[in-house]
């Protein structure tokens, strides 16, 4: 009988998709990576590349340069092809390039026959994760966009540095598109197990506008990181490797993922940003936090956004 091993499909070995093999890898995250991508001399050389890393990796990993026929057996497949954001434009400005390149994708993914969970990380993530679900016929649990997994580390990272502690004992949400109309979740922000509102008590010339500074800071950081170097890609490829961890691990722990909502903050039908718990099964449960009057009317300018960005693109999906 032969032991069961996990598969990563990988679909894009760009700036992100490159970087997330290499995180995977050096932490060890899966027994097989397959790397697909239109250029198939690029994702020879990157399994090359990997391969000879193998001999200092934490455990052995299979890894070679395939197509969508090894997607088949895949447990989970990670999807970061597509279209850059340019300096000047947002990431919704990518929806109708991606989301033309997003259909040929899916198809040749469940033509393989696959049945697993799909992570989708290309932008805009909650339009693309939407238009997955749509083209591949997977239950909407098993399509789980990256969403705000970023935003959330950036905002814990920026808080903890303002309030120099751990910053992973910071406890906070960026909630809502993975754009312009995101929104941070003060009424749930917490440091241990101490509000954020205490710890300013403490906090020696504290002054309100500077908690407003750090979320304009995290909400810009894209921004600010492609005028520098083009593209941003190790902060989101460490985070897709903490998601993979959590679903091949079966750890159901919390993520600001983009997830389908039916009902739940009172909306339906569209993919957004909000906690959720992950599993080996993908979405376990949408966590509804408990917004404040300002945060719930800024989550639902989040989901009008994104809806009305998606409404003629449904028009292409569905025909």
Known sequence: MLNRVNRVALIGTGFVGSSYAFALL????TEE?????INKQKS????MDLNHGLPFAPSRTKIWFGDYSDCKDADLVVLTAGANQKPGETRLDLVEKNTAIFKEIVSEIMA?????IILVATNPVDILTYVVWKFSGL????VIGSGTILDTARFRFLLGEYFDVDTRNVHAYIIGEHGDTELPVWSNADIGVTSIAEWTKNKEGFNQADLEEIFLNVRDAAYHIIERKGATFYGIAMGLVRLTKAILQNENSIFTVSAYLDGEYDHEDIFIGVPCVVNRNGIRQVVELDLNKEEQEKFTH????????????LKNVES
């Open 139 to 142: 239950p909407k649990e098993r």
């Open 44 to 47: 020879e050389g990157d399994a």
């Open 26 to 29: 050096n932490q060890g995250g």
């Open 302 to 313: 989040s989901v009008k956004v994104l809806k009305n960005t998606l409404e003629p693109i």
């Open 33 to 37: 990576l397959v790397l697909i991508d």
């Open 112 to 116: 393989s026959g696959f049945d697993g």
